[in-house]
Nanobody, 122 residues
Framework: QVQLVESGGGLVQAGGSLRLSCAAS????????MGWFRQAPGKERQFVAG????????NYEDSVKGRFTIFRDNGKSTVYLQMNSLKPEDTAVYYC???????????????WGQGTQVTVSS
């Protein structure tokens, strides 16, 4: 049974930083592209960042480029999202997702976590 468990969310002031973690189990982690998505109240879920399964190539949504970094530790079956210079508009529930042998783009994810809340105060 595949499980993706996010952690690291919380309340932070604008300009601050948070690091989200997503621990995976029940799958061969190194064979999966991993992605981070977010959903703000009243809005559709949005792709934030992804990392491919093989080359480690990364992709980012334009509004987070230069502020967020996705990286993975295959030995720990964990993907991270380092978020710096946070803005109130980054407030959302953040989800991680897994895509078997995927490129780390915005589509194709078959497994999802339950999400972690990130709130950025102004």
């Amino acid at each position: 049974q595949v499980q993706l468990v996010e952690s690291g969310g919380g309340l932070v002031q604008a300009g601050g930083s948070l690091r989200l973690s997503c621990a995976a189990s029940g799958l061969t982690f190194s064979s999966y592209a991993m992605g981070w998505f977010r959903q703000a109240p009243g809005k559709e879920r949005q792709f934030v960042a992804g990392i491919s399964w093989s080359s480690g190539r990364t992709n980012y949504e334009d509004s987070v480029k230069g502020r967020f970094t996705i990286f993975r530790d295959n030995g720990k079956s964990t993907v991270y999202l380092q978020m710096n210079s946070l803005k109130p508009e980054d407030t959302a529930v953040y989800y991680c997702a897994a895509d078997w042998r995927g490129p780390g783009g915005p589509i194709g994810y078959g497994y999802w976590g339950q999400g972690t809340q990130v709130t950025v105060s102004s």
